[in-house]
């Protein structure tokens, strides 16, 4: 049962509004998903999308797309998140909800003036030489401006659209009461709205802030300060805040406009070859890397030089990790099914009723079939999403971190097929696959994991002693409790009790009527007789709900 503090009320009377806008989307995107479902040709024109074509023609994906679409940035912002996330929506959904697209209005100049005015303290003219009116681009979060600085050089200011942080904290608290509700509706079970919102709300706010961006920038720009292949756009502190973001405007062609590019002279191999390495050296060497490796957010710049944008998402490869997945990839190069099982299982949240057995047969043939695929044509993007709907079927949440990484390299070999369609990233990655290898094996690593676990004996030892005095302390004073947790015991009891009361009820009514205890009816005792029904009632109820729950002559 959701329950509702009395705190709250007033805040959910002000969002009044917005509840009731957001609930009337859902509702007409529902319908028309039943209207589909059922077939009803002569209901299918009564709820039609913006465009004025009918809902309930488009599929099931599809229509949560649109749904998403029309409730706002904040909603499509989460259409993008969810379409890395295949191993909770599947990827069905999560391929349909990579065509979101943010059509967001820019805020006009006054209010970007005003915005400008309130970061950074002064007008546009005393700190901008030029500064074009017209938005290049708007987003769901923001929108970008061309313009100069005083010593002449072009930058792109990304300023954040008035309101929009009040907007995305009233659509968060909606989100989060509408993912209290999705958790008792077992459709959605699957999904798990309630983990699923507040990762969200955690990325989401993360992106508001422009700071982070920035520092973003920064940490990528010290990293491929020597490669001269990829260029990473200078941000410029003096004039950002955490709403407004001034950086270097690199001039280019984007990766999406391939016949552009041909005809611009590009050598689109090379280019494919380039950006694959860039984002392997941020996985693999610096565990650090952009996470929105999509066709529109890189642009080639002369010289075949490689320039990326959008940098609110990135992505982190801590220690841990990475040797996690120098394990999958020799268990797999082993063909070590039962490694590869255990590795997914303790990387990933495992349902009670995982069934290991069906598991490890799946993962053997995954193994097996893969393996025995040459390297110059092994697909990777194809095993990845084979793995990814297989810890789905088997309704294993992985880590946010570990999900995304691997979105990131389907969506990098997607991206280099479009410049090279016999592209093959595991050709690129084969020097930091021996790479992995070799890090494992040595010494270092070794000495460094037996530091860390010294560490943590010498943590344990230190607080050991005190926990287990308190314990004593406890006993000694009989304030030592055990709790135990009866995990669906309750249901048994309640229904135990009911039938108790039920029987009881039954047999003292049967006793009035048999006595004709009165007040009577043509010698029938009115109690008797009531109470007679209502036990008959109460009886009917319980065969009901034990019914309902399969158990009520099913063996285990």
């Not at 194809?382 to 949440?397: F, W």
């Amino acid at each position: 049962m959701v329950t509702i503090k009395i705190t709250t009320i007033p805040q959910l009377y002000r969002n009044l509004n917005r509840w009731r806008e957001i609930l009337s989307v859902l509702s007409k995107y529902g319908l028309a998903d039943w209207i589909s479902r059922l077939d009803l040709e002569f209901a299918k024109g009564i709820f039609k999308d913006r465009s004025g074509e009918m809902l309930a023609r488009h599929t099931t994906q599809a229509r949560i797309r649109l749904a998403l679409t029309e409730l706002g940035p904040t909603f499509i912002k989460l259409g993008q998140i969810l379409s890395t996330r295949p191993d909770v929506v599947g990827r069905e959904l999560a391929d349909e909800l990579e065509h979101l697209q943010s059509d967001t209005p820019a805020d006009d100049y006054a209010v970007v003036r005003d915005t400008i005015r309130s970061e950074l303290g002064q007008e546009i003219e005393d700190l901008f030489a030029e500064f074009e009116p017209q938005a290049l681009a708007s987003a769901s979060i923001g929108q970008v401006h061309r313009a100069r600085l005083r010593s002449g050089e072009p930058v792109a200011v990304k300023v954040q659209h008035a309101g929009i942080q009040e907007r995305v904290r009233i659509d968060l608290d909606i989100l989060s009461g509408l993912a209290l509700l999705a958790e008792r509706i077992p459709e959605f079970a699957n999904y798990r709205p309630h983990a699923t919102a507040a990762e969200f709300q955690r990325i989401l706010i993360r992106e508001l802030d422009f700071g982070r961006e920035e520092r973003h920038m920064q940490e990528f720009a010290h990293e491929f300060e020597t490669d001269a292949t990829i260029h990473v756009p200078r941000s410029f502190p003096e004039l950002s805040t955490g709403r407004v973001l001034t950086m270097e405007l690199l001039e280019g062609i984007k990766l999406a406009e391939t016949t552009r590019l041909v005809g611009a002279g590009y050598d689109l191999q090379e280019v494919a070859r380039r950006g694959a390495e860039a984002y392997l050296e941020m996985i693999f060497t610096h565990g650090f890397y952009h996470a929105d490796p999509h066709p529109g957010n890189i642009l080639i710049l002369e010289g075949n030089v490689i320039g990326l944008l959008d940098y609110g998402m990135v992505g982190r490869i801590d220690e841990q990790l990475r040797e996690d997945i120098e394990e999958m990839l020799l268990a797999i190069a082993n063909r070590d099914a039962m490694l590869l099982t255990t590795i997914i299982t303790r990387l990933g949240e495992v349902p009670p009723q995982l069934d290991h057995a069906a598991l490890s047969v799946d993962v053997a043939d995954f193994v097996s079939h893969y393996t025995t695929q040459p390297l110059d044509s092994f697909d990777l993007s194809g095993a990845l999403t084979e793995i990814t709907d297989m810890i789905r079927r088997y309704q294993i949440m992985l880590p946010t971190r570990v999900a995304m990484l691997i979105k990131v390299l389907v969506m990098l070999e997607g991206t280099s097929r479009l410049l090279n369609p016999h592209f093959n990233l595991v050709d690129v990655m084969r020097p930091y696959q021996k790479q992995l290898i070799w890090r494992r094996l040595s010494p270092a690593r070794h000495v460094r994991k037996l530091r860390r676990f010294y560490s943590e004996m010498q943590h344990l030892l230190d607080i050991l002693p005190r926990g287990l005095m308190d314990i004593m302390q406890q006993v000694q004073s009989g304030k030592f409790d055990v709790h135990l947790d009866h995990r669906g015991l309750e249901p048994s009891v309640n229904r135990l009790v009911m039938g108790l009361l039920t029987s009881a009820l039954f047999v003292g009514s049967s006793l009035l009527m048999s006595r004709e205890v009165g007040p009577s009816i043509q010698g029938i005792s009115i109690l008797g007789g009531l109470g007679a029904v209502i036990s008959f009632v109460m009886g009917l109820r319980l065969f009901r709900a034990i019914n309902k729950s399969g158990h009520l002559d099913r063996r285990e």
